[in-house]
């Protein structure tokens, strides 16, 4: 079946540092992904959603400069938190859209990437 | 503002039984809905979906009830298996397909005993 993969895993950093969060799509393309955080023991929220070879679109109150996203291929998406503080410090999902055939789930989501900012 | 409500933060059932979770929705736009299931550090695994066009979905021992009215939806799982135990988020789209932005509810945590 058609599977994301998300890198890193768990990542924990210094406060101000940049973190880039890459997602794959491994055996489809993926024209569409899309960002999402989830603080503890809430919703999955999205940030933004992200169109290979043009510019994202974020959802209101996220920063476009804080949360740079790069689609720069069908098959990769990278988001990087810049200058990254302990508040953005939270679980970072992706998912990508699967266009090559129809189903009833054509967003399949990667496993997540844990920031933790000290 | 919170457009895809799940009202029960926990559940707890005994193996065998059924478990029901629910879903309530207040954008009327919202014409597809879906059930992921996720464990912790991992991401959502789709379970089963529903178009407005419908009102009963069915898959194996997982039932999806839409009542359009209502704005209300109910995940069905008969037996529950303690396998089962994990958290359960209900998720909302418009246009009739999950292609687009997907709107998700707080979640529930199932947790089925032996």
């Known amino acids: 079946g058609a599977v994301v993969s998300q890198h890193p895993s768990w990542v924990i950093c210094k406060s101000g540092t940049s973190v880039k969060i890459e997602c794959r799509s491994l055996?489809?393309?993926?024209?569409?992904m899309f960002w999402y955080r989830q603080f503890p023991k809430q919703s999955l929220m999205l940030m933004a959603t992200?169109?290979?070879?043009?510019?994202?679109?974020?959802e209101q109150g996220v920063e476009k400069d804080k949360f740079l996203i790069n689609h720069a291929s069908l098959t990769l998406s990278t988001l990087t938190v810049t200058s990254a503080h302990p508040e953005d410090s939270s679980f970072y999902i992706c998912?990508?859209?699967?266009?090559?055939?129809?189903?009833?789930?054509?967003?399949?989501f990667g496993d997540g990437t844990r920031l933790s900012i000290l | 503002d919170q457009q895809v409500k799940q009202n029960s933060p926990s559940l707890s059932v005994q193996e065998g039984r059924i478990s029901i979770l629910n879903c309530d929705y207040t954008?009327?736009?919202?014409?597809?809905f879906l059930w992921y299931k996720k464990y912790p550090a991992e991401g959502p695994t789709f379970l089963i979906s529903i178009s407005s066009i419908k009102d009963k979905n069915e898959d194996g021992r997982f039932t999806v009830f839409l009542n359009k009215s209502a704005k209300h939806l109910s995940l069905h799982i008969v037996p529950s298996q303690p396998g089962d135990s994990a958290v359960y988020f209900c998720a909302a789209s418009k246009g009739g397909t999950s292609y687009g932005k997907l709107t998700f509810g707080q979640g529930t945590i199932l947790t089925v005993h032996p």
């Open positions: 992200s169109n290979e070879g043009s510019k994202a679109t974020y």
């Open positions: 998912s990508a859209r699967d266009h090559s055939f129809y189903s009833n789930q054509p967003q399949h």
């Open positions: 954008n009327s736009m919202f014409d597809y």
């Open positions: 055996d489809f393309q993926a024209t569409t």
